[in-house]
């Protein structure tokens, strides 16, 4: 049975950093895509970041520059991490991944989910 165990959220000040971390079991998805999905208070899951194995990776427009995400593959393991963090980052942190190898945006194309971690940023 496949599961992505988060940790790493918290509660932080605005400017500070996180990071999250996300191990994957159950099978392994050094050829797999991964990423991060956020769910703020009131809103939808949304998109936050996407990496293949080889390390070529997408960033959504609002966390460009401030977030990054790594993987290292012999780990099963997929990074977050924030910098410069602002209240608007409040959200539970998804880990994501899919059975193919191509990078992603959609909610509806991922086939894993973990449980979430919490990220509080306060001003």
């Known amino acids: 049975q496949v599961q992505l165990v988060e940790s790493g959220g918290g509660l932080v000040q605005a400017g500070d950093s996180l990071r999250l971390s996300c191990v994957a079991s159950g099978r392994t998805f050094s050829r797999n895509a991964m990423g991060w999905f956020r769910r703020a208070p009131g809103k939808e899951r949304e998109f936050v970041a996407a990496i293949r194995w080889s390390g070529e990776n997408i960033l959504s427009d609002f966390v460009k520059g401030r977030f990054t995400i790594s993987r290292d593959n012999a780990k099963n393991t997929v990074y977050l991490q924030m910098n410069s963090l602002k209240p608007g980052d409040t959200a539970i942190y998804y880990c994501?991944?899919?059975?193919?190898?191509?990078?992603?945006?959609?909610?509806?194309?991922?086939?894993?989910w973990g449980q979430g971690t919490l990220v509080t940023v306060s001003s």
């Open positions: 994501a991944a899919r059975s193919a190898a191509s990078l992603w945006m959609g909610s509806n194309e991922t086939d894993y």
